[in-house]
């Protein structure tokens, strides 16, 4: 038995710096597999999350969207606006691409929301280029 | 895994008929599209992979870029449609221009990588296409 589950999705946008680079390699190995990525530059990523679930009978609603909103303010983006994210400890040994940024806000977001209420982050670096993750 | 997708754009004309009818029945089955016109179109490319644990990376993006741009969009940036050699036989409608498109990336990326591939053809009418199965 199936339960009536339906999609909501909010977007949320934030502005951060970033280069890649791998500590242990030197100058010239980042620089050949990175290019002009090792340069520190910046973007306005938005943010896509999205939750599942049944659609409460009371309210309508699968989730209140002012409690995502505090919640992805308050854990991710007060945590990556207008910061550097090679300076957030979570990007310690983990190179911050757009695959790893959906990865990061996925682990801060799945134990607030609850795995199975959380279906997918979509994480756009610009309007070209996005990435999706859904845990696993 | 990831899943990562990559927006790419180009503008051409086309015209829909199936050249198996008559000038009367494509005309009353393609309506307004049997008239030659065009469309800024968008093409989303779904890769997935794993992210590498020392890059960070899961598509080198470069590559994709330069096999997309290279078997794709500078094949039809600019052009008729009816006219691209790799579109021979298509009949140029958003779906058959994704199915079109998957045959000829999946072949061209790492084995398996393709997940999707989607022709925006106006702010109205997106078409996606995952391979045929599913």
């Known amino acids: 038995m199936s339960a009536d589950l339906a999609y909501s999705t909010r977007r949320f946008t934030f502005a951060a710096a970033h280069r890649y680079s791998v500590e242990e390699w030197s100058p010239e190995e980042n620089e050949r597999v990175f290019?002009?990525?090792?340069?520190?530059?910046?973007?306005?990523?938005?943010?896509?999350?999205?939750?599942?679930?049944?659609?409460?009978?009371?309210?309508?609603?699968?989730?209140?969207?002012?409690?995502l909103k505090r919640i992805v303010g308050e854990t991710v983006v007060e945590r990556f606006d207008h910061a550097d994210l090679n300076a957030d400890a979570l990007f310690r040994g983990r190179v911050p691409t757009t695959e790893n940024l959906a990865i990061v806000v996925w682990e801060l977001l799945a134990p607030k929301l609850g795995a199975d209420r959380l279906w997918q982050v979509r994480v756009w670096e610009?309007?070209?280029l996005y990435v999706d993750y859904r845990g696993a | 895994m990831v899943a990562l997708t990559r927006v790419y754009h180009?503008?051409?004309a086309h015209q829909l008929a199936n050249p198996a009818l008559s000038p009367e029945r494509n005309a009353a089955l393609y309506g307004d599209c049997h008239r030659r016109h065009g469309h800024n179109y968008y093409l989303e490319v779904t890769v997935a992979g794993r992210p590498?644990?020392?890059?960070?990376?899961?598509?080198?993006?470069?590559?994709?870029?330069?096999?997309?741009?290279?078997?794709?969009?500078?094949?039809?940036?600019?052009?008729?449609?009816?006219?691209?050699p790799a579109l021979r036989?298509?009949?140029?409608?958003?779906?058959?221009?994704?199915?079109?498109?998957?045959?000829?990336?999946?072949?061209?990326?790492?084995?398996?990588?393709?997940?999707?591939?989607?022709?925006v053809e106006t702010a109205k009418n997106r078409f996606e296409y995952e391979g045929g199965v599913g």
């Open chain 1, 35 to 67: 290019g002009r990525l090792t340069v520190a530059h910046g973007h306005n990523y938005m943010l896509d999350v999205t939750i599942r679930g049944p659609i409460d009978p009371q309210t309508g609603m699968v989730i209140d969207l002012g409690e």
């Open chain 1, 126 to 128: 610009d309007p070209t």
């Open chain 2, 10 to 12: 180009f503008s051409a």
């Open chain 2, 52 to 84: 590498d644990p020392v890059t960070g990376m899961a598509v080198d993006l470069g590559r994709l870029d330069d096999t997309v741009n290279g078997a794709v969009v500078a094949q039809v940036d600019h052009r008729s449609l009816e006219e691209v």
């Open chain 2, 89 to 119: 036989g298509v009949i140029t409608t958003g779906e058959s221009l994704a199915r079109a498109f998957w045959r000829i990336l999946a072949p061209a990326l790492p084995t398996g990588a393709l997940r999707r591939v989607a022709v």
